[in-house]
C-alpha cells in the first residue's frame, strides 16, 4: 500500500509578499523561488528560506565626512529598498540586509567626501540620486533594488555654524543699508523734482 503523503511531505504557507528559496540536498530546486501558496517540503532533504519581497527602509547612522575642502560634517540619511530576486539574495549574500545596510554607510562617506560643503548643502537630491545609483548598481547580483536615498540632515561644527551665522547678519545689515541709501536718494531726487516744479509755477 502508498504511505499517506503526510509521511513523506511536510506542507508550508508562502505569504503574498514572499517567495521560498528551496534546498533539496544543497541544491537550489528547479532554479527559482517558490510561491506564493502551498509548498511542499521533504522533511529529511529539503531546507528552505522565506525571502520577504516588500519594500523596506533603515536608517543610515550619523556618518562624520571630510569633505572635498577639509570641512567635517555630520550626515545621516535614509534608504528604500526591496528584494526582486530571492534566488539572488540567498545565493549571492551570506546576509543581504547587513551587507545593504553597510555598504549604503561607506558609499554615503565615499560620495560626499569628493564634494564641496557648498554642493552637500544646495544640492542635496542630486547627490542623493547619485548614492541611489551607485547603490542600485552595486546590490544587484544580491537581487536587491534601491528604490531611493534621502539625505536628512547635514550637521556643520558649531564654530562653522556661528561663521555662517555672523555672514548672514552682515549681508542683511549690508542690504538693509543699501535699501536705506537707495530711499534716501529717491526722496532726494523727489525733493529736488518738486522744487523745480514749484519754481517754474512760481514763474
Known amino acids: 500500500d502508498a504511505l499517506p503523503i503526510s509521511i513523506w511531505f511536510c506542507i508550508k504557507v508562502v505569504k503574498e509578499y514572499e517567495r521560498a528559496v528551496v534546498f533539496r540536498l544543497g541544491r537550489i530546486m528547479s532554479g527559482r523561488a517558490r510561491g506564493p501558496g502551498l509548498i511542499m517540503i521533504m522533511p529529511c532533504t529539503d531546507t528552505f528560506v522565506k525571502i520577504d519581497l516588500r519594500t523596506v527602509s533603515f536608517a543610515i547612522p550619523a556618518q562624520e565626512i571630510l569633505t572635498k575642502d577639509s570641512v567635517t560634517v555630520h550626515v545621516d540619511g535614509v534608504v528604500f529598498y526591496n528584494i526582486q530576486s530571492a534566488i539572488s539574495a540567498v545565493a549571492n549574500v551570506s546576509n543581504v540586509h547587513v551587507a545593504t545596510h553597510q555598504l549604503a554607510q561607506t558609499t554615503l562617506r565615499n560620495v560626499l567626501g569628493t564634494q564641496n560643503l557648498s554642493n552637500i548643502l544646495s544640492s542635496r537630491e542630486e547627490i542623493a540620486h547619485n548614492i541611489q545609483a551607485i547603490l542600485d548598481n552595486a546590490t544587484h547580483e544580491w537581487g536587491v533594488k534601491v528604490d531611493r536615498v534621502e539625505i536628512r540632515d547635514v550637521r556643520l561644527p558649531v564654530q562653522m555654524q556661528r561663521a555662517m551665522a555672523a555672514e548672514a547678519e552682515a549681508t ?7 535699501i536705506s541709501a537707495e530711499g534716501e536718494m529717491n526722496a532726494s531726487r523727489a525733493l529736488k ?3 523745480i516744479v514749484t519754481s517754474e509755477i512760481g514763474r
Open 172 to 178: 542683511r545689515e549690508a542690504r538693509a543699508k543699501i
Open 193 to 195: 523734482e518738486a522744487s
